[in-house]
């Protein structure tokens, strides 16, 4: 395989037998095969053990399973979207084919438009904006289709500035890319590759973090067709549609099912249904301070959030990092004990009952061992005065012996210098 790849296209999962979600994508990417296969697709499909192949699966970057790649020539293509049979093949397709689509015709754009919802054209002959335009098609190619087109098979309703340029077709309009305004190419194609409005779930939420973006979102259930959870959604779907050309640049609206991902990013139990706003690149969030009873209130919501008069919650400073390893540890802990009590019990009792056998041994020993250094101390510092000084039997003894050795004329005479010392 590494010698001959690159005389073709290959979609390879790189897995680890061990893996639950490489066991859950195996039937998954099984149809991947047969149907690119059945389709005449160019792509070869296969599956590589990275435990197995490690420094093949270390050449391509490889980190975690699975890992899906297209490997095209030297070039290596990562798939991050959801493992589904079809969007798996739409990469595919997507990546082994040009880098560059030319529309021909009008009839080929009308077609391509009805089949994508997002696509970026190219207007014009060579320039540097072309030059820039596939550099950034050949990182961003993973996510979204790239075309280029002549100005007379545009459609008519499309009118341009200047040329060369730049556009994306969505939501029924289009946008055209405005150096000065938007500043990098590539910032602003990673930005306009969503749609105004989404059905937004945890993979997306997260894809949408790398846009910059801030996130206008409904909290609500899909399942409760109550007034208020499909008002809430009505008035972020007209706010998205009729206000999109003064907030698309800095806002991407949706709504999402459950609170569950977003309790998770706020570290807070937020009641369904309601709206908030998310600054994923500061963990920054925006409630209303009152309800919001029409598209008027939430578009003055979002102008007080641009003017910056609306309070910002959470962020990534100190205190608030602390409290994500807070409510990391505590989440991982509930999640464990819900899903397996008796499991609960065995990783977190154990550790703890060894740790308190531990610290009491501890501090029984600090205290025989300090009783002990004390009598020790208060033997050792006896002794000494004895060796020192000895008893007073002993030194009364010393001290009558010493007489005894004397001679009697001495003793006399050390008489005689007492007297007269007094």
């Known amino acids: 395989f590494k ?27 099984n149809e991947v095969g047969i149907e690119m296969k059945n389709m005449g697709s160019p792509v070869k499909v296969g599956k590589m053990d990275a435990t197995s192949f490690s420094s093949i699966a270390s050449e391509f970057g490889v980190r975690g399973y699975p890992t899906i790649k297209l490997l095209k020539g030297d070039l290596a293509y990562s798939y991050r979207g959801p493992r589904t049979k079809d969007d798996i093949i739409e990469f595919a397709n997507r990546v082994a084919g040009p880098l560059i689509r030319p529309l021909l015709s009008q ?50 309703y499309v009118t341009l500035p200047e040329l060369p340029a730049v556009m994306v077709f969505k939501d029924g309009t289009y946008f055209v890319y405005d150096e000065y305004e938007d500043g990098d190419l590539s910032s602003w194609i990673n930005k306009e590759r969503f749609q105004g409005y989404l059905n937004v779930d945890g993979f997306t939420l997260y894809e949408l973090g790398d846009t910059g973006k801030l996130l206008a979102i409904a909290v609500i259930d899909d399942k409760n067709s109550s007034v208020e959870h499909t008002r809430l959604k009505s008035i972020i779907q007209e706010v998205a549609r009729d206000y999109r050309d003064h907030f698309h640049r800095d806002f991407q609206f949706g709504h999402m099912d459950g ?13 369904v249904p309601t709206i908030v706003v998310l600054n994923t690149s500061n963990q920054q969030y925006f409630l209303p301070d009152r309800h919001i009873e029409n598209t008027e209130d939430m578009v003055q919501f ?19 990092r602390i409290k994500r390893i807070i409510y990391d540890a505590k989440s991982t802990i509930m999640s464990v004990f819900k899903s397996s009590p008796l499991l609960g019990c065995f990783l977190f009792g154990l550790p703890l009952g060894v740790i308190s056998i531990m610290c009491y041994g501890i501090c029984t020993a600090d205290t025989d061992g300090g009783v002990e250094e004390h009598e020790a101390a208060k033997k050792e510092t006896y002794d000494r005065e004895l060796t020192d000084e000895g008893s007073e039997e002993e030194q009364e003894e010393e001290k009558n012996g010493k007489y005894t050795e004397l001679s009697d004329g001495e003793l006399k005479q050390k008489d005689i210098m007492e007297k007269k010392k007094d």
Request: with cysteine; charged share 25%; hydrophobic share 40%.
């Open 302 to 320: 979002i102008n007080n959030i641009l003017d910056g008069t609306a309070e910002a919650q959470g962020g990534d400073g100190l205190l608030q």
């Open 259 to 271: 609170n569950d991902y977003i309790n998770s990013l706020l570290m807070d139990d937020l009641t």
């Open 107 to 156: 009839h080929m754009f009308e077609h391509v438009q009805k089949r994508h919802r997002v696509l970026f054209v190219y207007v014009g002959g060579e320039s540097p904006l072309k030059e820039k335009y596939i550099e950034v098609a050949s990182e961003l190619i993973v996510y979204t289709y790239f075309f280029s087109a002549s100005e007379d098979v545009l459609p008519e």
């Open 3 to 29: 010698e001959n790849r690159k005389d073709d296209i290959w979609l390879v999962d790189f897995y680890a037998p061990w893996c639950g979600h490489c066991k859950k994508l195996e039937p998954v990417w």
